[in-house]
């Protein structure tokens, strides 16, 4: 069943326990020190979400680097699989996600936008451990011995981990 941005929104809201609202169009949250941006857009009717995931690349990014990277930007030629992009004024790298209301389920977005901040938060984890010298992370199962001291931050974590 299809749903408007509010209907998303107000799902997620009830997920997480937190009151969310678009303001002018847009619902800004923060998760640990991850931000995401929920956008409004009319016309075609679409929830775009998106998380600035990195300042810069590294100098120089690695050729592996590279290739994930562009490897991401073929989830635009599907609804709600998340690509990266870089702004070509700022040359922030950040993650994006489209989700047309016409097929959005709104009890389904709390685990699409859980989906999209694990990938949002594991991608900007992928950029920092590069510029500072430490191997990526591919997957981090907390339950792996052999996992990295360093794991990732919850998307969903204890009560003021995400703020709105």
């Known amino acids: 069943m299809a749903c408007t941005c509010e209907d998303a929104l107000a799902a997620l809201s009830a997920h997480l326990g937190l009151p969310l609202q678009f303001d002018d169009g847009s619902c800004s949250l923060r998760i640990g020190d991850q931000p995401f941006t929920l956008r409004r857009e009319d016309e075609p009717e679409r929830l775009v979400l998106s998380a600035l995931v990195a300042d810069d690349l590294p100098d120089p990014p690695s050729r592996k680097l590279v290739y994930d990277l562009l490897d991401l930007g073929f989830g635009l030629l599907h609804d709600g699989l998340p690509v990266v992009a870089r702004d070509p004024d700022s040359g922030f790298i950040a993650a994006f996600a489209v989700f047309p209301c016409a097929t959005l389920v709104a009890a389904e ?20 451990a590069e510029r500072a010298g430490r191997p990526p992370v591919p997957d981090l199962d907390p339950a792996d011995p052999n996992a990295p001291p360093e794991p990732l931050p919850p998307v969903f974590g204890a009560a003021g981990f995400i703020t709105v």
């Open 109 to 128: 977005f709390p685990d699409a936008f859980h989906k999209f901040a694990a990938f949002a938060t594991a991608l900007a984890y992928r950029i920092d």
